[in-house]
């Protein structure tokens, strides 16, 4: 008996020793639940990449909304920009031509009572100079008579 047999039944009784104890079904059994672990890890990595793209198209989605509203929000603010200039503008022609009229109303209603003035002094003008000369011709009496007469006609045509 050599070495060599010695060293081959201690080998087959350690190898009798592991499967006694069921070492074989154990590494099985470990590297199954490892590989099972790894499946399920995998799995839910998958899932959470699934869910990631879904959360990623949603933000996506939201972010095109929100430009989308964002751009309409500037359409509509210059839209009601425009029609504020145009009504300020309207506004200004209006209130500047309501000065004009009124200016120019006020111009020709002071040019009539500038003529109007001018004739009424004219008129005493008149009336004084042919009182003047109606009391050097004509006798005290008639000639206040006639004054009277024509201060009174002079009157009548100006009302």
Do not use: C, H
Not at 9 to 31: D, E, N, R
């Amino acid at each position: 008996m050599d070495a060599t047999f010695w060293a081959l039944v201690a080998l087959v009784i350690f190898v009798g020793i592991l499967l006694y104890i069921k070492v074989p079904a154990k590494l099985a059994g470990s590297l199954d639940a490892r590989a099972d672990r790894i499946r399920n890890e995998l799995e839910e990595a998958r899932r959470l990449r699934e869910e990631a793209q879904q959360l990623l198209a949603e933000y996506q989605r939201k972010r095109r909304e929100a430009e989308e509203e964002a751009r309409d929000l500037v359409e509509a603010a210059k839209r009601e920009a425009k029609v504020i200039v145009s009504d300020a503008k309207s506004k200004t022609e209006e209130y500047v031509s309501r000065r004009t009229a009124l200016a120019e109303q006020k111009i020709a209603q002071a040019e009539r009572d500038a003529v109007n003035e001018v004739r009424a002094r004219a008129v005493d003008v008149a009336v004084a100079a042919a009182g003047k000369l109606l009391a050097e011709k004509v006798d005290s009496r008639t000639g206040e008579e006639l004054f009277k007469a024509s201060l009174q006609d002079v009157k009548t045509r100006l009302n």
